[in-house]
């Protein structure tokens, strides 16, 4: 918690084996009466903020180089609506039961230490970012 942010469930969903990219979430909950932007992810791992989507059957992705919105008054995160942090150059697998460090950097609320823990891979859901 930093101020009138919540941050909550950072991850970052196990990666294949020779991956060079794993994708990471993270909810953030807005309690205040003023709208906050996630500018940055700070990392030992080079980060970058992205958004995916598909027009015409085609998807494609950009850095978010703007940051990321978090109205006031509202539950907003990496995760939604196709973003995501992607952690880029792996050197090894991410396995489930790592953790990684990094800092979100807020535009009002400053810096927030957080651990984004490594979970496996569901079954259910489609995350593999294994194209990058």
Do not use: C, W
């Amino acid at each position: 918690k930093s101020g009138d942010l919540l941050i909550d469930h950072p991850r970052i969903v196990e990666t294949p084996p020779g991956a060079k990219v794993g994708a990471g979430y993270v909810t953030i909950v807005n309690s205040g009466g003023a709208d906050d932007r996630l500018i940055a992810i700070e990392s030992d791992l080079k980060v970058e903020m992205h958004a995916s989507k598909v027009v015409e059957g085609v998807a494609s992705m950009k850095e978010m180089t703007d940051g990321f919105a978090i109205p006031a008054g509202e539950t907003a995160g990496l995760g939604a609506d196709g973003t995501h942090a992607m952690f880029i150059g792996l050197k090894k697998q991410l396995k489930g039961g790592e953790a990684v460090d990094a800092v979100l950097v807020f535009e009002k609320a400053g810096r927030v230490a957080v651990t984004f823990n490594v979970e496996k891979r569901s079954a259910q859901t489609n995350e593999a970012h294994d194209h990058h």
